[in-house]
């Protein structure tokens, strides 16, 4: 039989950081390139998740989540993120917030809509909207700021716009979007009559004490603001496959929807484990989160301003993304492939986060690897002789 993938499939099938993470394997590097936080896990977490499995909760939840998690959640957006959210109406608990992203567009968009993307880019995102046949729409910010350009986002706007997809803090820029930014967006979309999707995966992670601000806090567009996070990286449990979305309740009963349709529910007991940990951990636990994080990102940027791969150093996430320019090679994949011949580190070329021929001379670096890894990999990069 002859196989073939579908035309959406063709069109997704470039993963960089795959192909750099089997290059890394084949020689036994350090993988910098994928964001697998390999911190250790909160007792709270596995304890009561273990517990749950014990005591029977193995089986389909709600199309929305568990109650208990709902709750935990609304009592956290709350709290952190001034989002007032009723859990029987405004949270759907998803399979990451990958599931919610993909719930969210399946439930709002139709082929043909535009959505607009910020370029440097999170690949699912692009992904996401490419596999429902939603086009993606590009407007690249510039480094070292990523300064928000409302003239350009002016100039991309067309009667099938419905919808800007930001990430706050940014995967891989680590921008994280200013109150006067959010304020500018807010004024966008309530003049474009667009939705505002908003991951933010990495809120707990931001540095310089710099305050993550939620989009949906903002009330004059929070009827059009579905808020994606999880607990995949606050919790350093990426397997574990917990997200959610929040929105208002007519928007979120048609992401329930789609949730249910394409895997029902995250897993239940995972769900359980999550609630009690929202529940159990203290403030600190977040605040030492981006502490943690900050020493890893000094570390890591020092060694490449060292190795002569100029760092934009990030406000947010746990990405570097760095200036390879002085890297032999023509496109930043041959510039990634030499870094990794030469010292054994895998990154991500930064054409993977830009649509066509943008990124060629940068490279992302993750630092959110357990200290002894971190160091180890910063050490074979402050060998490199440009
Ligand atoms: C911006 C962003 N959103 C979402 C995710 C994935 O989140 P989840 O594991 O909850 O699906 C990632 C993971 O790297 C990410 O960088």
Not at 19 to 38: P, R, V, Y
Not at 131 to 152: C, F, G, S
Not at 266 to 275: C, D, I, R, S, V
């Amino acid at each position: 039989m002859k196989i073939t993938a579908s035309n959406r499939l063709k069109n997704l099938m470039k993963s960089e950081i795959r192909i750099m993470s089997i290059e890394c394997e084949k020689m036994g590097g350090i993988n910098l390139s994928q964001g697998i936080c390999d911190l250790p896990l909160a007792p709270a977490l596995y304890q009561s998740a273990q517990k749950a499995i014990e005591d029977g909760i193995n089986h389909y939840t709600r199309y929305d989540g568990l109650p208990g998690l709902r709750q935990a959640i609304a009592a956290k957006l709350w709290q952190y993120n001034k989002i007032q959210a009723n859990p029987e109406k405004n949270i759907i608990v998803t399979s990451g917030a990958t599931g919610a992203l993909y719930a969210t567009c399946l439930a709002l968009f139709n082929r043909g809509d535009e959505v607009i993307l910020f370029e440097p880019f999170y690949g699912y995102h692009e992904y996401t909207l490419a596999a429902l046949d939603i086009t993606p729409v590009y407007v690249r910010l510039q480094p070292p700021a990523w300064k928000l350009d409302m003239e350009k986002l002016e100039q991309v706007v067309t009667k099938r716009t419905k919808g800007l997809l930001i990430n706050t803090p940014a995967n891989p820029s680590g921008k994280v979007f200013s109150r006067s930014e959010l304020d500018l967006l807010a004024d966008f979309c309530l003049r474009h009559d667009l939705f505002i999707l908003t991951d933010e995966i990495y809120e707990y992670i931001v540095y310089d004490g710099l305050e993550h601000i939620s989009p949906g806090a903002l009330p004059e567009i929070a009827d059009r603001v579905i808020t994606i996070s999880g607990y995949s990286k606050t919790f350093s449990i990426t397997g574990w496959r917990i997200g959610y979305s929040v929105c208002e309740e007519g928007l979120s009963n048609l992401i329930g929807c789609a949730s249910d349709l394409v895997y029902v529910c995250a897993p239940a007991p995972l769900q359980e484990g999550t609630a009690e940990a929202i529940r159990a951990l203290p403030g600190s636990f977040y605040k030492n989160l981006g502490q943690g994080y900050s020493l890893k990102r000094t570390k890591l940027c020092a060694a490449l301003e060292e190795a002569k791969l100029k760092p934009y150093v990030p406000q947010g996430a746990y990405y570097t993304l760095a200036d390879c320019s002085l890297v032999p090679g023509r496109t930043s994949k041959e510039k990634a492939m030499y870094v990794l011949a030469k010292t054994g580190v895998a990154a991500v070329p930064g054409s993977a986060f830009y649509h066509d021929g943008g990124g060629e001379n940068l490279m992302r670096f993750c630092f959110a690897k357990s200290d002894d890894v971190l160091d180890e990999a910063c050490e074979r990069l402050r060998r490199l002789k440009l």
